[in-house]
């Protein structure tokens, strides 16, 4: 399994960004998408994540209401729509594919190679 992420960008506060993480193989639709992101001397933190079926979301507090992920089981692909970027936003952001889903890093089992937001002010 393979996932490649793209969409990330400069971009100014307020303003809005889309990533999409395009996986390889047969299993896309059976296993809960997440997307994380690493900002320069942090530990890699939970965004939100996706049920397999899209029935299902969980956002992390400081972007609900801003944030929205969505996904394209025919397309093997997983969204994230970011409006009302702030600078507080700016990180490297990882899609990443689990069995169970959840909050953990560890529960992840394959991951893209992130893709750099930066959000100014």
């Known amino acids: 399994v393979q996932l490649q992420a793209s969409g990330g960008g400069l971009v100014q506060a307020g303003g809005s960004l889309r990533l999409s993480c395009v996986a390889s193989g047969r299993i896309f639709s059976s296993y809960v998408m997440g997307w994380f992101r690493q900002a320069p001397g942090k530990e890699r933190e939970f965004v939100a994540a996706?049920?397999?079926?899209?029935?299902?979301?969980k956002y992390v507090d400081s972007v609900k209401g801003r944030f929205t992920i969505s996904r394209d089981n025919a397309e093997n692909t997983v969204y994230l729509q970011m409006n009302s970027l702030k600078p507080e936003d700016t990180a490297v952001y990882y899609c990443a594919f689990s069995p169970s889903g959840g909050r953990w890093p560890s529960n992840y089992d394959y991951w893209g190679q992130g893709t750099q937001v930066t959000v100014s002010s």
């Open positions: 996706i049920s397999s079926s899209g029935g299902a979301t």
